[in-house]
């Protein structure tokens, strides 16, 4: 996986952009400004149609989402962000990834990733570890689209596969399903069930708790 190129000292070219933010609210905190009106303020001013603009407002949302009780969050965001609302979620789940990089960086990436590409990246369930390992990419080099598939299928690979379980949730309780049995064991079940006028569920689970009166002990070691 590339990694994002350190950009050289010197400047503010060295912050990060959650830096960068981090700064502007500690001197708007300075001037005694109210910060929530400035950072809506700061929202509506930014383009998050540009890369550097979507970092930076989801440092600006992460920040509202913190200090603002959740209706007033939702106020907040129709007013600064208007008919562009509706991104304020994928601004939220890019904000930690590109408050890293650095405006030199973005600017970088903005050239070989497009921001409707990112979008569509967070809109999606495309895992937070594939979306940093494309803009890390994007940092030296164009991306492609199959680039963004080969990098998903990669960590698919990588992941632990899951067991599959018994148990099914339904209700308020859960319920055990078994895993298959042998044919003779199959055929006593046909028969017991057709004989008692029973569901073979219901012989199957009679028998297991008949089983569990019978050796006590196996149902303490189990519990």
């Not at 789940?93 to 990246?121: C, D, M, V, W």
């Not at 073979?200 to 303490?220: D, G, M, N, Y």
Request: with cysteine; aromatic share 6%.
């Amino acid at each position: 996986m590339t990694k994002a190129p350190e950009t050289a000292p010197g400047g503010n070219f060295s912050e990060t952009v959650a830096q960068e933010v981090q700064d502007l609210l500690r001197r708007l905190a300075k001037l005694g400004k109210n910060l929530v009106e400035e950072v809506k303020r700061e929202i509506s001013y930014t383009n998050p149609s540009i890369l550097l603009g979507a970092a930076k407002i989801g440092q600006l949302l992460l920040f509202l989402k913190e200090k603002l009780k959740p209706k007033q969050y939702e106020q907040a965001l129709a007013e600064c962000l208007g008919w562009t609302s509706g991104i304020a979620n994928q601004l939220l789940k890019l904000a930690p990834i590109l408050g890293n990089f650095t405006t030199k960086q973005l600017e970088r990436i903005h050239r070989n990733l497009s921001p409707s590409a990112l979008y569509k990246l967070a809109t999606g369930r495309t895992p937070i570890e594939v979306i940093k390992s494309i803009l890390e990419k994007a940092c030296s080099c164009e991306v492609s689209q199959k680039d963004i598939q080969v990098e998903t299928k990669k960590y698919k690979e990588n992941q632990p596969k899951k067991e599959p379980t018994p148990w099914r949730y339904v209700g308020g309780g859960r319920e055990y399903r078994p895993p298959r049995i042998s044919e003779k064991a199959g055929l006593i079940v046909e028969q017991l069930s057709k004989q008692n006028s029973k569901p073979r569920r219901k012989v199957i689970e009679e028998a297991v708790l008949l089983f569990a009166e019978k050796f006590p002990q196996v149902v303490v070691a189990v519990a």
